[in-house]
């Protein structure tokens, strides 16, 4: 049973509108999270990063949102580009900080 | 550039055959990984290793073994490949802000 999920595989979104990615995990012992980017041929590459004593994290266009109780966390990217085409993995750990278990990716597409 | 460079970058197997692939990063980090990405399922955790000397088993690790060589390198062999293990292959390696990756290694397995 994956412990972290992201439901939704694939997602297209207009040039300028709002990407929400959305992410669930089931161990509540989880308590740092990290999205992370992934361009055909390349290694994936950190995105943006949430911990527990937070609810909110804004990085430019990209801001973190965590909801403990739900067991939810979300990505938004506004205005959206087309190079924000990608697969967006969530991950998340344990107070450890080690070990992240990761979500099986939602494919973005930013059409222009 | 810093970071975590993995070889080779494409490889093709007969089925019974074995191979290595070698990892290194120059970012002095602790903690190594390896990982594999398959459609639909993510990147799943083969093994990793915590600290030079040690290596652990993650979600994934029958049909592999590792190396911890030294702080810079972890190696993952296959010492009998199976057509299961056509997959790509990321390797890791991480300090208290998250992961860096490696760019891929992608295997077939015939």
């Known amino acids: 049973d994956q412990q972290v999920k992201q439901n939704s595989p694939s997602l297209s979104v207009q040039e300028g509108r709002i990407s929400i990615l959305n992410c669930d995990y089931t161990?509540?012992?989880?308590?740092?999270f990290l999205w992370y980017k992934k361009y055909p041929a390349e290694g994936p590459t950190f995105l943006i990063s949430?911990?527990?004593?937070?609810d909110k994290n804004e990085d430019g266009r990209f801001t973190v949102f965590l909801n403990k109780s739900a067991k939810h966390l979300s990505l938004h990217i506004v205005p959206s580009q087309p190079g924000d085409s990608a697969v967006y993995f969530c991950?998340?750990?344990?107070?450890?900080?080690?070990?992240?278990?990761f979500g099986p990716g939602t494919r973005l597409s930013v059409l222009p | 550039n810093a970071g975590v460079t993995q070889t080779p970058k494409f490889q093709v197997l007969k089925t019974g055959q074995s191979m290595t692939l070698q990892c290194a990063q120059d970012?002095?980090?602790?903690?190594m990984y390896w990982y594999r990405q398959d459609p639909g399922m993510g990147l799943r955790l083969i093994y990793y290793?915590?600290?030079?000397?040690?290596?652990d088993k993650g979600e994934v690790p029958n049909g592999y073994n590792v190396s911890r060589l030294n702080k810079r390198e972890f190696s993952l062999r296959l010492e009998s490949a199976a057509p299961s293990q056509t997959s790509v292959y990321f390797c890791?390696?991480?300090?208290?802000?998250?992961?860096?990756f490696g760019s891929g290694t992608r295997l077939t397995v015939v």
């Open positions: 290793s915590a600290s030079e000397g040690t290596t």
């Open positions: 161990n509540s012992m989880f308590d740092y």
């Open positions: 890791a390696s991480s300090d208290d802000s998250g992961y860096t």
């Open positions: 970012m002095n980090h602790n903690s």
């Open positions: 991950a998340a750990s344990a107070i450890d900080g080690q070990n992240f278990v």
């Open positions: 949430i911990s527990s004593i937070k």
